[in-house]
Structures are given as structure tokens and as C-alpha cells.
């Protein structure tokens, strides 16, 4: 969903009011059984559609599918990336959608653990076959210099080793490349910023540096 608002590390107030209203108004039909309450929350649920509905450009239909159509208690959605070193590179990924790169990964599907996410992304998106080896940060997408966007978001970093399989494309990739830390390409910033990339070198320098939850 494209935002009409410059890419900053503070969300503006109307995108944050909007997912608060969206969240309360999904818990509330959850679990509300009374008649009134739920015409209410209805309404909330509305609220906050035509707030994303006069910000950005995305039509009433797409924002009510994408943003308002969830059910049961809302939580974060998580994102997991597989962390890739090679003779000192990280492995990126060029992304078919926007052209630029990232660490490959994506949704976390249902009925697969962080690991299982982080060697299926790296499969899929990159060609290689990896072993997990632990996970290196827990990030909330909000405190970092992302674009904009409807969702709110965790984001779990896993350190993986290459164990065999060779570069290759997928359905949502281009191109796979080794790339050192102060020679990145253009990043796909939905994806992942430098300051993340730079952070995972951190990781390949000091194996003992803990775990960051932020």
C-alpha cells in the first residue's frame, strides 16, 4: 500500500490513529457479543478506513481487504529474515517488485517456526539450502527508518549457515549477490535499512554480542 507521506522514523499521527482504531475495532468484534457494541465497533472499523482511505491512494475496496478485514484478536504480524555470511558478505537479494535489495525473507507462514521460515526464504528467494543458528534481533519495524505502512510489525533477524543448493532467483527475486559491508547496493527499505545490514555485521564480528529485542 503506497502512503502519501515522506519516508520517516516517526509515523505520522493519522497512520498511527488509524491502525489503533483498526486494532480496537477487530478485538472488539472479536469478543463482543452485544448487538450495539458491534454496530459500534463497525463504526470504529469505518473510522479508521476512511482515514487510510484519505491519505494514501489505494481505493476503499483494497485498503477494507488488506487493512480491515482481519479476524480474531489483533496482533503484530512478523516478518523473519535469514541472516547469510560468506567470506565476509552478506547475501541480498534483488527484489522483482521495487528493484532493489534485501536479506531474504518475508511473512511468517502458519505452521512453520522461525527457523523453518528463515531456510524456506533463503531457499526460495536466494537458491541456497541453510542451517539456523540462532537469532540475532527482535525488531519492532516502528522504531526504524522504514516507509510508512498499515501494519505493525516484528521483525526477527536468523543467523543461517550455507549447507549446499547455488545462487539463484525465485518467483519474487531477480538476482542473488554476496555484497560487503561498505559496498551495499540500493536497498529495498520495506525490506530492511543499512542500519540493520550494519547491525548483522556487528553479529559477524563480535559471535558473542547478545540477542537485541527493539
Not at 509515523?11 to 458491534?38: C, H, M
Not at 536466494?126 to 519495524?141: C, I, Q, S, T
Request: glycine share 6%; aromatic share 10%; net charge negative.
Amino acid at each position: 500500500m503506497n502512503l502519501n507521506s515522506s519516508d520517516d522514523l516517526n509515523q505520522p499521527n493519522w497512520l498511527r490513529w488509524a491502525k489503533q482504531i483498526q486494532a480496537i475495532a477487530q478485538s472488539g468484534l472479536t469478543y463482543s457479543r452485544d448487538v450495539y457494541d458491534r454496530e459500534r465497533f463497525e463504526e470504529l472499523r469505518e473510522m479508521s478506513v476512511e482515514i487510510m482511505e484519505a491519505y494514501t491512494f489505494e481505493s476503499r475496496e483494497k485498503i477494507k481487504l488488506t487493512f480491515a478485514s482481519d479476524e480474531g484478536y489483533a496482533t503484530p504480524k512478523v516478518d523473519v529474515r535469514g541472516v547469510v555470511f560468506r567470506e565476509g558478505q552478506i547475501l541480498l537479494v534483488r527484489e522483482k517488485i521495487d528493484g532493489a535489495w534485501s536479506m531474504p525473507g518475508g511473512w511468517a507462514d502458519i505452521g512453520y517456526s522461525p527457523s523453518e521460515i528463515a531456510v524456506k526464504e533463503v531457499r526460495e528467494e536466494a537458491g541456497f539450502e541453510v542451517k539456523p543458528e540462532r537469532l540475532l534481533a527482535v525488531l519492532d519495524k516502528k522504531f526504524h527508518n522504514h516507509p510508512p505502512e498499515p501494519y505493525h510489525i516484528y521483525k526477527l533477524f536468523i543467523l543461517c549457515e550455507i549447507v549446499g543448493g547455488q545462487a539463484g532467483g525465485g518467483l519474487e527475486t531477480s538476482e542473488v549477490a554476496f555484497f560487503a559491508e561498505d559496498n551495499l547496493p540500493p536497498l529495498s527499505l520495506e525490506r530492511n535499512t543499512e542500519k540493520q545490514i550494519q547491525l548483522m555485521f556487528e553479529y559477524l564480528k563480535d559471535p558473542a554480542k547478545p540477542v537485541i529485542v527493539d
